[in-house]
């Protein structure tokens, strides 16, 4: 897909961002399409009424409420919007797609990796809920549904669904079992306290999730069966790459660790999540805690010998799955970590790392004194910016796609490696 994007121009300007602040009333969600030609931002036109703005080019029709916008592989901007007392999702330059059903309300809509399969959650007028995959509903609908767990190819869903209603002024409701995963809209058999951390194995015909089965118990339920070991906690599992195992952190006496199908594969620490497998599956990266405020990563159990005292966040590996890299903070500065080293620069913020696709660099967005840069390899870009989205890297690696604002302006801007 990136091949065709325009690696050759330099610097374009695609739209007058100030301009629309004098045009409208408010804008929401300004987001550019991922090869940075288009624009586009959920506008006010006149008083309590929306519309969308591409690249300067307003639609014509109007709604009464607008919002999560998004962009699919192919640049077109899709977003939910509300008129005649109707939710509907759109798609195109021009609004031109329509799903033909419509909602009472909609909301958290999910893409599929590819972006070809779109879900959301919804509700009918009779206050049922459900999830609906590409115009597709649910045919059984439930009183409560909360999320949108979608398949890696994007064919099938699953969601946490409430199967019992409150009762009014029941204080007791809460400690029964209420709550189960429907797949497909088809619920498990077995209920649960509580649920979250939802996922489907690769292929699609697996979900885990982690359960509540009493006050004080909870472990990881497969295809609507518990594991036969119980923890004091647990997080969100995942599933061991091309396969039905399932890898999550837990809760023991002896400390928190990470557990496959029950049983411990980790060494104990203070704290363990965010656990990732590499894209190769043979490794195993999460951050932990050794103690408060000694926050590090560790691979295959094995902890880096940097600790950082605030925040370590997700760890990303680089396809060839040879590099991690985290962003972390630490005497409230912030700064990108690879294998276990710190970059030299810090900042006030950081974005998540991106890799080239060889894996041998790492850019990002950071901010600091309330301008925005692109770092490559720990090194600061020379422009400042007034905002700045994810940079992206062209195929072979050598060229940076920089979508920013700047002096009001949004500009799509194309660097090499050593223009940075």
């Given at each position: ?6 690696w050759e121009?330099?610097?374009?300007v695609i ?27 959920i ?5 309590r009424?929306?519309?969308l ?39 195109g ?12 309300m909609?909301?958290?809509?999910t ?8 879900a ?18 649910w045919?059984?609908?439930?009183i ?6 979608m ?19 029941d204080?007791?409701w809460?400690?029964e ?11 498990w058999d077995?209920?649960f306290?509580s ?19 009493d ?13 036969d ?7 969100e599992?995942v599933f061991?790459p091309?396969?039905?195992?399932v890898?999550?952190?837990v809760?023991?006496?002896q400390g928190w ?8 594969i ?12 590499s ?11 050794l103690?408060?405020g000694?926050w ?10 940097n600790?950082?005292?605030?925040m370590v ?12 890299a985290?962003?972390?903070k ?8 690879v294998?276990?080293?710190?970059w030299?620069?810090?900042f ?11 894996g041998d660099?790492?850019?990002v967005?950071a ?19 007034d905002?700045?989205?994810d940079?992206v ?12 604002i700047?002096d009001?302006?949004y500009l799509?801007?194309v ?6």
């Amino acid at each position: 897909m990136r091949e065709s994007w325009d690696w050759e121009t330099k610097n374009k300007v695609i739209a007058n961002i100030n301009e629309w602040k004098e045009k409208f009333i408010d804008i929401r969600e300004l987001t550019p399409s991922p090869d940075g030609e288009k624009i586009v931002g959920i506008v006010q036109p006149e008083t309590r009424k929306f519309t969308l703005c591409v690249n300067g080019e307003t639609w014509e029709e109007l709604f009464d409420r607008m919002y999560s916008l998004k962009f699919n592989l192919d640049n077109e901007p899709i977003c939910l919007g509300y008129a005649d007392y109707q939710w509907n999702l759109i798609i195109g330059d021009k609004g031109e797609t329509r799903w033909e059903n419509t909602f009472d309300m909609a909301w958290n809509l999910t893409l599929s990796p590819d972006t070809k399969s779109i879900a959301i959650n919804f509700r009918t007028p009779e206050m049922t809920q459900g999830v609906c995959l590409n115009d597709q509903p649910w045919e059984n609908l439930f009183i409560e549904v909360r999320d949108v767990i979608m398949s890696p190819d994007g064919q099938r869903t699953a969601s946490r669904v409430q199967i019992n209603p409150r009762r009014e002024l029941d204080i007791f409701w809460i400690y029964e079992k209420n709550y189960t995963i429907a797949v497909d809209g088809i619920p498990w058999d077995n209920s649960f306290m509580s649920i979250y951390g939802g996922v489907f194995s690769d292929d699609g015909n697996h979900v885990a999730v982690c359960v509540m089965t009493d006050l004080t118990k909870y472990t990881i339920a497969v295809d609507g069966k518990t594991w036969d070991k119980e923890f004091g906690g647990c997080w969100e599992p995942v599933f061991v790459p091309k396969s039905s195992d399932v890898v999550a952190p837990v809760q023991t006496p002896q400390g928190w660790t990470l557990v496959k199908n029950g049983d411990p594969i980790w060494p104990y620490f203070l704290q363990v999540w965010k656990q990732k497998f590499s894209p190769d599956g043979g490794k195993i990266a999460a951050v932990i805690a050794l103690a408060p405020g000694e926050w590090t990563v560790a691979i295959d159990g094995v902890p880096w010998k940097n600790i950082f005292n605030q925040m370590v966040l997700d760890p990303h590996f680089s396809s060839d799955s040879k590099k991690v890299a985290v962003v972390v903070k630490h005497n409230n500065k912030w700064t990108v970590v690879v294998d276990g080293n710190s970059w030299e620069a810090w900042f006030d913020n950081v974005w998540d790392p991106v890799f080239s696709p060889t894996g041998d660099k790492i850019a990002v967005r950071a901010e600091k004194e309330g301008k925005y840069y692109v770092v490559v390899d720990g090194k600061v870009g020379k422009e400042a910016y007034d905002w700045l989205w994810d940079p992206v890297f062209s195929p072979d690696g050598s060229k940076i796609l920089v979508r920013c604002i700047k002096d009001g302006k949004y500009l799509r801007k194309v660097f090499s490696i050593n223009e940075i």
